[in-house]
């Protein structure tokens, strides 16, 4: 696990913003990593018990307490980040999670894209888990940061980010309990900025699920994100996460249920819409192999709960609430 090279290249106008909550030896790891390389680290923390604010303070670094009073996002985190760098702004913010460790040579490598294209508002790398072997549940995560190289519609919540661009997006949408980020780089790109995913290590990232609740409930909060970023922004042209919702609700909801009260109301048979899930499953794994085929199906069912619960919420007028699996 290496740190950043401190050279001249990463030592231009960056700002670090970190957020967390009880990160514990990870959130270490990843400020370790950022000081003395960058002139400004920021930690935004979310109501930890474990001592992360007393050892950031510790460190030096800069530490902004959120208001527990009001119900915690990531997106208000990152946004009281910026808010923290607004009175000397950087020209570059380096968002990263607290369970995540910057990689030797990625500011050099993003920082050197933004000087070449002006209109680059965020990159990012590659994502990678610290432990993907030690789970089941860490080799999906690793598989699902292995996104395409090149221009992008969006990224995570690891970023090199231009102040500006988004500031003047109006930062993360503080309500969102998941999909922040995606949505930001949507309004990014509707403001004529563009995004890239760069052929470089950036960093990595500690997901520590070992136990199958773990991933039921990072599945259900995706599925809750595909449902809200639907409803915001899901006419055309963007249709953002409209498939998505859509593949969710039909294999995790709509197929079951129409086979069950078939069953009831019409005729026994019509449990044999049931075998499509075998079927989705073979041809599935001739594309991704055997495990990550099994999840991408069983995880539409967490999928279909998050977006209903997000629909029911909806309807009642209650606000979302954090779903959080660590």
């Not at 860490?138 to 221009?151: F, I, K, S």
């Not at 970023?159 to 993360?172: C, D, E, Q, V």
Request: contains cysteine; aromatic residues 8%.
């Amino acid at each position: 696990m290496s740190a950043v090279s401190n050279s001249p290249s990463t030592a231009c106008d960056v700002a670090a913003v970190v957020i967390g909550r009880n990160e514990g030896p990870r959130l270490e790891a990843c400020l370790h990593a950022l000081l003395g390389v960058l002139p400004r680290v920021i930690y935004v923390d979310s109501g930890s018990t474990d001592g992360s604010v007393a050892f950031a303070q510790a460190l030096g670094v800069k530490v902004v307490a959120l208001d527990m009073s009001v119900p915690f996002t990531a997106a208000r985190a990152r946004n009281a980040g910026l808010a923290a760098l607004a009175e000397d702004a950087p020209e570059f913010v380096q968002f990263l999670d607290g369970d995540c460790v910057i990689q030797d040579g990625w500011l050099p490598c993003a920082l050197a894209a933004m000087a070449a294209e002006p209109d680059l508002g965020v990159v990012a790398g590659r994502r990678r888990e610290i432990r993907p072997d030690r789970s089941i549940y860490n080799r999906l995560c690793d598989h699902e940061w292995d996104t395409p190289v090149g221009e992008a519609r969006a990224v995570g919540g690891d970023m090199l980010a231009r102040y500006g661009a988004i500031a003047g997006a109006g930062g993360f949408r503080p309500d969102l309990v998941a999909g922040e980020e995606p949505e930001m780089c949507l309004r990014l790109r509707a403001a004529g900025w563009r995004i890239r995913r760069l052929d470089c290590e950036m960093t990595r990232h500690d997901a520590n699920m070992t136990r199958f609740a773990q991933w039921w409930s990072r599945t259900r909060r995706a599925g809750h994100a595909f449902a809200e970023g639907s409803w915001l922004h899901g006419r055309p042209p963007e249709r953002h996460w409209t498939a998505e919702t859509r593949r969710a609700l039909l294999w995790g909801a709509g197929l079951p249920a129409a086979a069950l009260l078939g069953a009831v109301l019409v005729h026994p048979f019509c449990l044999l819409l049931l075998l499509a899930y075998p079927a989705q499953y073979l041809r599935l794994r001739s594309r991704m192999g055997a495990a990550q085929a099994l999840f991408t199906l069983m995880g539409k069912f967490p999928e279909a709960l998050g977006a209903l619960g997000f629909y029911r919420n909806l309807l009642m007028r209650r606000r979302n609430t954090l779903i959080e699996y660590k």
